[in-house]
């Protein structure tokens, strides 16, 4: 009955949304407040329909309601609660519940919180964001259904890939949608702009808060999911350029240069049509992304054969969506004007040029990954690019990037000096320089790029430093007057200083674990030994241990600093039973300079066991670095400019003070 | 001139969106590859081996046998999927598979080959990609049989399936030993 419901609310939530997507619409066009004013109440409507969906669904999984198709086949009794849970969103038709949950809760938010948006612009951005829905509900309903039933109700249930029954991976998907449906907010509010033919500093500023916390959530959730790798899948790395991790990658990165983009936009006016392209573009990527990843058309053509409905639906989505939005953006961004002008050497003219290599760095990212797709589309067999292709295409693009990091925030708006800014530099240059040559002497042996990749970082962090204390007039001013500089500094700047620090030390971490990692494979009988960075692994038992849905292997290896036992590893190999598959629990051991990971393997049925141990230089900066540019993101979020909105309530709120 | 720059962004995705249309098509065929060194010589190489107490692996060595010369990489993920096949061919058709390594570290193949077992008589490191541009290789794996007098008779882009070797890859290889 429960399920019936869920279902019903969907289906209504389809035809709410289809309201939205015109009458609002139409309304604008027309100027006719009463048909603009539908929009709020039909958002408000379609977040509450919505939740009930996806409540009833979430129940079915609590309950093991097995007479649920998707619940049958994703879940099962002896699982635990928060896997359960998961569960919702660990498949394919659950997932797209949550995805248009999201969707609900952001075009809400847009309803209840923006009051002081134009009525023109608020009743076109709910009407796109509800043709979104609609999409997606579309898709769900006829061709992914989550609430189809299964008679007779089978009694236990296929259980959830084990791989997923994890607390990094349950948290995962609900950060990156989170992220992916935020970018369809600011393509909500770049296409409405084009059917208005009109921008301004308003709308710049309203499109940045859902910029950035799109950006923040997915920062959040491509972290998360690359620690889920590194930890879960026990090869001891933490990126692989696969197809899915680069699904979100690339509305990352668009996503950055649409951040960056947005502000020129509203300091300067500038750059307007440019960043409603990136801001279709960003969403596209996540559409893109999002779909063909999980259609399987890059890891298997022939699993998205096998379901020609699903696989025209994902494709004709696309197609209006991103096609609409182009073709709209090439009959309307002519008419958007110029707006302000600027020197090539400026903080605009930098964060252009951060704009172009982002941009081509997601597309190159976008050749590796559907260079199978087009081949294979060519006729020339499925075959992949590796690493290779990306270290040799997507590197070369960050190190100008990185260098123009340091420099970008010291150039002024509209005509930058650049020697002046170099001359304030110089100290970070510096810095870098000795940090690259110690590193380059220290490791002699090491790869000579692991030098420029540290150099690099030292070199953001310095000229991020410098700007900051030079904004707060530390050491030029009293120290009085700094603290209150400091004090009155907007939270923006905390937020780009914060994010800038962390993209430094995450790039220690990169550099460090791909430059030094030690891998060591040995054939261990209890009471033998590997070395390994510094350090001796003992393993001195293996016992079979019982879990609520697994049984496991769980190895104890002491982690030796000369004689004395530093801690003890208990890495585990596991059997789910349901879905007869085998996990590995690695065991990681953090000196907060590098990770000592151990991986229990196979037996030998001697008495011996296959036992990995990787010794990880700096991964958690990698981790650390991540976590203060997602902190970065949150402390710009709180930023009051972007809370007041429009500049023209500015002035109110001034003139009330 | 202005406009077409507006309009640029829709032509690019427009050719995409052709592609992935044709990615669709359920007729296609991704085994038909064809191959300008179909029925010609096999290029000729010298290789370091990857084991370095063996022998160079030089082409001539390949003449008055039949074999199949695997291009692979322990970061590719299809390679994955096709190793145990390469192995079931290597064991039941005793055919001799010549490894060359592409685009990858000699440590990394060696513990791919450790963990998931070694089907090739003989595995060569090609550091400069040379052999494999030789070749015509498009990406990993990428499969060749080659005949006793050392021409290319079958060329496969992908992993190898059941169904191809099923039908195309044992027939072939029964037709080159009569």
């Known amino acids: 009955m429960i399920v019936e419901l869920g279902h019903y609310a969907l289906v209504l939530a389809l035809l709410v949304a289809l309201v939205q997507a015109s009458v609002p619409l139409v309304g604008a066009a027309r100027r006719e407040p009463a048909w603009m004013g539908v929009a709020v109440p039909a958002s408000l409507l379609f977040l509450a329909l919505i939740l009930i969906a996806f409540l009833a669904l979430m129940r079915a999984y609590i309950v093991s309601d097995f007479s649920v198709a998707n619940v049958a086949d994703n879940s099962h009794v002896l699982k635990p609660l928060l896997y359960k849970i998961a569960g919702v969103w660990g498949n394919h038709e659950g ?71 994890d607390p990094g991976l ?46 923040t959530a997915l920062t959040a959730g491509i972290g998360l999911g690359s620690w889920w790798a590194y930890y879960e899948l026990g090869w001891g790395g933490w990126w692989y350029w696969d197809p899915v991790e680069n699904a979100s990658f690339m509305p990352w990165l668009l996503g950055t240069a649409l951040l960056h983009s947005a502000l020129v936009a509203e300091k300067r006016d500038a750059l307007k049509s440019w960043t ?80 172009l290599l982002l941009v081509t760095a997601a597309a190159t990212v976008f050749l590796g ?77 090491g790869p000579f790029m692991a030098g420029i990749g540290i150099a690099l970082a030292v070199w953001i962090a310095g000229a991020t430093l410098v700007e900051f204390f030079g904004r707060i007039g530390f050491g030029r001013i009293t120290p009085r007057d700094t603290l209150m500089r400091l004090v009155h500094l907007p939270r923006g700047t905390f937020g780009m200083t914060l994010a800038h620090l962390g993209m430094a030390i995450a790039i220690v971490g990169m550099t460090g674990s791909s430059a030094w990692k030690e891998e060591h494979i040995a054939i261990l009988e209890p009471g033998g030994s590997i070395a390994a960075g510094g350090y001796d692994y003992r ?33 585990e190999k596991r059997f789910y039973r349901v879905q007869r598959m085998p996990t590995t629990e690695a065991a990681i051991r953090t000196t907060g300079l590098a990770d000592l990971y151990a991986v229990l393997g196979d037996p030998n049925g001697e008495g011996g066991w296959t036992v990995r ?24 979020l709180t930023d009051r400019r972007l809370r007041v909105g429009a500049p023209a309530s500015v002035r109110r709120v001034a003139e009330a003070g | 001139m202005r406009r077409l720059l507006y309009i640029l962004p829709l032509a690019v995705f427009g050719i995409i969106a052709a592609y992935f249309v044709a990615g669709l098509d359920p007729a296609r065929d991704p085994s038909a590859v064809p191959s300008a060194l179909i029925d010609r010589p096999a290029p000729s190489f010298t290789l370091d081996p990857l084991d370095p107490a063996r022998p160079l692996v ?121």
């Open chain 1, 369 to 445: 990954t559907f260079y199978p797709l087009f081949l294979d589309a060519l006729g020339l067999g499925t075959v992949s690019v590796g690493p290779p292709y990306y270290i040799a295409t997507f590197v070369p693009l960050m190190l100008p990037l990185l260098l123009a990091m340091g420099v970008g925030p010291l150039l002024a708006w509209k005509r930058g000096d650049l020697a002046g800014a170099l001359s304030r530099l110089v100290i970070a240059g510096v810095c870098a320089l000795i940090a690259g040559i110690a590193v380059w002497w220290w490791k002699s042996d």
């Open chain 1, 95 to 165: 997932s797209l519940v949550l995805w248009v949950l999201m969707l609900a809760i952001f075009g809400a938010a847009v309803a209840m919180f923006g009051r002081n948006l134009p009525a023109t612009l608020k009743a076109r951005v709910l009407s796109v964001q509800a043709m979104i829905a609609s999409g997606f509900l579309l898709f769900t309903l006829f061709a992914s259904n989550p609430f189809a039933r299964f008679d007779p109700a089978p009694a236990a249930g296929g259980d959830l890939n084990p791989l997923l029954q």
């Open chain 1, 276 to 355: 409603v392209l990136l801001a279709i573009l960003t969403f596209a990527m996540s559409l893109i992304g999002t779909f063909l990843v999980r259609s399987g058309i890059l890891t298997s053509v022939h699993a998205f054969a096998t379901d020609p409905t699903r696989g025209l639906f994902i494709l004709l989505l696309l197609v209006i969506a991103i096609g609409g939005a182009l073709a709209l953006y090439a009959w309307r961004a002519p008419t958007l004007g110029a707006g302000g002008v600027f020197r090539p050497v400026s903080r605009e003219g930098a964060l252009l040029l951060n704009n």
């Open chain 1, 613 to 636: 141990i990787y010794h990880e230089p700096l991964v958690p900066w990698i981790w650390g670095g991540l976590m203060i540019m997602v902190a970065g993101g949150l402390v710009s």
């Open chain 2, 58 to 178: 030089v082409s001539d060595d390949l003449r008055g046998e039949i074999v199949l010369v695997n291009f692979f990489a322990s970061w590719c993920v299809p390679c994955r999927v096709e190793h145990p096949l390469l192995q079931q061919l290597a064991q039941e058709q005793n055919l001799p598979i010549y490894g060359i390594v592409y685009k990858d570290q000699p440590d990394a193949i060696r513990r791919w080959l450790h963990d998931l077992g070694n089907p090739y008589a003989m595995v060569a490191v090609d550091p400069d990609s040379r052999t494999a541009i030789d070749f015509g290789v498009y990406g990993v794996p990428e499969t060749y049989v080659i005949d006793r007098e050392s021409r290319i008779r079958f060329r496969f882009a992908g992993p190898l399936d059941p169904m191809t070797i099923d039908e195309i890859l044992l027939p072939l290889l029964a037709e080159l030993r009569e």
């Open chain 1, 170 to 215: 349950a948290f995962h998907p609900p950060l990156l949608y989170l992220g992916y449906v935020g970018f369809s907010m600011t393509f909500s509010f770049a296409v409405a702009a084009l059917i208005e033919g009109r921008i301004d500093a308003a709308w710049a500023r309203w499109v940045r808060p859902w910029t950035l916390a799109a950006w």
């Open chain 1, 539 to 571: 393993l001195d038992a293996v016992t079979r241990i019982e879990g609520p849905n697994y049984w496991a292997y769980r190895a104890q290896i002491s982690l030796l600093d000369g004689d004395e036992v530093v801690a003890l590893l208990m890495p």
